[in-house]
């Protein structure tokens, strides 16, 4: 091992190595040795290590484990723990908590978590919704990243919340968007094949998106012609009666999976909206498709009944799809008026 002194005092080489290396104490009394490269490169960063260990009390082995937490923490792996987490206290969520997740990997995943800041957050809110995701989709995917960031404040891993102050997107379902039969036509004549029953069964049955994923043939009764939903958005018990074009789609389907739609893309949201555009359908989601049954139900149906097939929990839901027009209502209260015997 050679050393050279003077104003070189600390910088060393190892026998039969061209690397030049660099010794220093920290103020706790670590002897530190770091192999650098190039002389002149050794003697910057020398330089630079005493004037940390003057002014920060700079010390290796402690800068290398917060580096080593830091990686712990990457929210790759954390988000990794929350699924765990969710797995055994959220099950009934978990596919849709897994979907939000894997939404979020591709821009979050590599980031230290305590290193995503709010402006982050709305930066990727913000792209979500220029790629044609609708606002709904855009707000779970918020909703996630708060409660996975609000664990992660829980298990100590970081001490703030940045998606607290971003806002939250005005959803479209506050404005029912119905597709006629002619966009319907439009739209199946573009789409896929292999979307098409997606498509079918949602506007026969009124499912959500999340649930169609998540539809099991364990619920499905042909015998009897009745749905149950899998993994309602109430979290009760619902179940949909099978009109002709349902029933004959299902029966159709090949049940070769626990799901009717195993090889359903974990990015149909945004490939629906693809496709609708193509058709010249600019304002349509997959949320239009359940639109589209409770609108087409409206006019031959009683309310209490709507609200039943629309699995609706509030009137004020089920008020939105209602038209009633001054025709409507003189036809109702003429209804009292009572007939010739």
């Known amino acids: 091992m050679a050393r050279e002194g003077g ?8 026998k039969d190595s061209p690397d030049w290396w ?11 040795q770091e192999k650098i490269g190039p002389k002149s490169l050794a003697r ?9 260990v003057k002014a920060e009390g700079y010390c290796l082995t402690q800068d290398r484990e917060r580096q080593r937490r830091e990686q712990a923490m990457l929210f790759a792996n954390v988000a990794e723990r929350y699924l765990v987490w969710a797995t055994e206290h959220r099950p009934r969520s978990l596919r849709f908590r897994t979907i939000c997740v894997n939404n979020l990997l591709p821009t979050f995943g590599p980031k230290a978590l305590s290193t995503i800041s709010r402006s982050d957050v709305e930066r990727y809110l913000r792209r979500r919704l220029q790629s044609g995701v609708t606002p709904g989709t855009v707000n ?16 100590g891993l970081v001490e703030r919340n940045p998606v607290t102050g971003t806002d939250r997107y005005t959803e479209h379902s506050e404005n029912p968007r119905p597709l006629t039969h002619e966009e319907e036509a439009r739209l199946m004549a573009i789409l896929p094949e292999r979307y098409k029953p997606i498509v079918t069964l949602a506007i026969n049955t009124g499912l959500r998106l999340n649930e169609l994923m998540t539809q ?26 099978l009109n002709s074009t349902a029933f004959a789609l299902l029966a159709a389907l090949p049940q070769a999976s626990d799901v009717l ?10 490939n629906f909206v693809y496709h609708a555009r193509k058709a010249g359908l600019e304002d349509v989601t997959f949320h239009c498709l359940r639109d589209t049954y409770i609108s087409r139900l409206a006019p031959y149906v009683s309310v209490p009944t709507l609200m ?6 509030s009137f004020a839901m089920t008020q ?18 009572p007939t010739e015997p």
Not at 233 to 239: D, G, N, P, Q, Y
Not at 308 to 313: D, P, T, V, Y
């Open 7 to 14: 104003k070189d005092r600390g910088l060393f080489q190892r």
């Open 22 to 32: 660099i010794r220093w104490t920290c103020p706790y009394g670590h002897e530190h």
């Open 44 to 52: 910057m960063v020398y330089q630079r290590r005493k004037v940390a």
């Open 140 to 155: 779970r995917d918020r909703e996630v990243l708060s409660h996975l960031f609000s664990m992660a404040m829980r298990w």
């Open 216 to 241: 099991r043939w364990a619920d499905v009764d042909l015998a009897k012609s009745v749905l149950r939903v899998t993994m309602p958005k109430s979290k009760k018990a619902e179940t949909i009666p």
């Open 261 to 270: 739609f195993p090889a359903m893309p974990r990015n149909m949201s945004s």
């Open 308 to 313: 039943r097939l629309a699995r609706h929990r």
């Open 320 to 337: 939105r799809y209602l038209k009633l027009d001054e025709a409507h209502l003189r036809d109702a209260v003429e209804k009292l008026v």
